[in-house]
Structure formats: C-alpha cells, structure tokens
C-alpha cells in the first residue's frame, strides 16, 4: 500500500510524503506506482520550475518527500497549494479507480 501524508499549516499545504509501494503488479509495472510517482515529482518539479522555489525532495525507491517553506508571499502560497490541490485530486481519482492501493491522511 503506498501511504500518502499531507500536511497543512492554515490551509496550505507545506509538505507531501509518499511512502510505499501499491502492490497491483511486478515492481516496473505497477501502473498505480507509476501514476503516484508521476503526481508526487511534478507537483515537486513544477513548484521548482513554474514558481522558481528552491524546494529539494527526498526521492528514493518507495519514498518521497518534500517539505514547502511556510514563509511565502500569499500570491506565491496561492500558486503553491493550487498545484498541491491539483496533485491531489489526481492521487483522489486514482484511488477511486484502483480501491485499496492507497491511503491518504492530511494532519
């Protein structure tokens, strides 16, 4: 099962962690991990690329993480949790296309 945490601090997401694996097919070609993994690194390399936040990520096999600076201007925050919003309404559909392979919890 791959747990996804999320984290928020006023409403806004300041970080993501991903741990796990699905367990739906042979490790390269478990489309669930592949479609997690997917969401999770652009939604990390999007925030490094679109909004030029120096973000880093732990990426391993089975984990990822990432934690959001908490002292951004609000217009940049907005940005920030828009396309943390979108990351997650794509791990959302997922998980109703493929029940029981994914867990997530925000704090």
Known sequence: MIRIRVTRRNGHIVRVCADGHAGCAPKG????????SVLVQTFFFSLQRLLSLDVEADISDGHFSLSIPTDLAPALQEQVTLLGESMLVGV?????SYPGFLQVSEE
């Open 29 to 36: 070609e478990d489309i669930i991990c592949a479609a997690v």
């Open 92 to 96: 959302d559909e997922i998980n109703r």
